[in-house]
């Protein structure tokens, strides 16, 4: 066991919820056997196992009366969100106004209200909805070139694709994020420029996806041309699996969990925040 407090995980039914339910138990956390779930899953499947630990759904009705209980039986529980981007909203402002604090992974919903919710509510909160650590590294390291450096590549012409399970219906955030860098940088191109490639078949030829990985990666090519052709740059980042943002959402929790005992006047943490803090194990 580490030094750190009980994590509840929503929804342990998830695969990233399962994902990272796993890698809090690994790291020697108290697993909170208790995870909130969508309206049919709960019904249907009632109790679930992580890592041989029984962990029961608690549907959306009851979650007052759960948390309650949760909340006296593991005192100072940090929980971790990892649901879907409808849901995101509501359950910040559950958890906020119950005063708990929490790591939201869960991508989308209104990122402004999101922020504006956990920053008026004074709970301890790390949002990110990117927790691989060294992508954040990288996609802040491109965001410190084009201040430091923009126009640079002033001409140049770039090409994004990235890749991803099937099931991904939008376009990547990361790769938005990265894009908005290149512009500052002096380079023309607009988001829906960005190739999505979600055909299996192209993943595993064209993009080398290993066909292990095709129900779970996140791959990304950046390639850049200078006007005359004569001079290429290709960035790279590409994850297998969910293991990195499991991993990072612990490293968040432990983080978090710091700040709380030294009550620090800043609140609400990004993933840049866990990295500046060197809070990596
Ligand atoms: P998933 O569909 O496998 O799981 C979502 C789970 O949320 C389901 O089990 C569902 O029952 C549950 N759920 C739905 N509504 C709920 C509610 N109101 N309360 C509690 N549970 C509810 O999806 P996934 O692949 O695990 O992805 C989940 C989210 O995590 C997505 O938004 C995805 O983009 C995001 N994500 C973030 C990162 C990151 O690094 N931050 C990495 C990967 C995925």
Redesign the pocket.
Known sequence: KIDGPPVMV??????????VAEAAVRAGLQLVPF????????VAIGNIGVSGIPVEL?P?EV?QQALEDVRRDYPGLIII????????N??ASFYSRNGIPFV?????GDRDQLRADVEASGVYAVI?????KQ?VAFQATMQMMADQFPGAFAGYKLEVEESH?R??V?TS?TAKAIVASFRQLGIHFADNEIQKVRDPMAQVDHMHVPENALQ?H?FHTYSLRSPDGSVGFQFQHNVCG?E??AE??VDAVLFLYQQIQQQTQQRLFS?IDVLRAGAMR
């Open positions: 929503n929804a342990c039914t998830g695969k990233m919820g399962n994902a995870s909130f779930t969508g309206e049919s899953e709960a608690v959306p979650r969100d990892y649901t879907l981007p409808q849901a995101v509501d359950n939201m992974g869960t991508t989308g990110a909805p990117q927790m691989g992508v399970q099931s991904k939008d955030g779970g996140a969910r990195i943002y990072g959402s993933m």
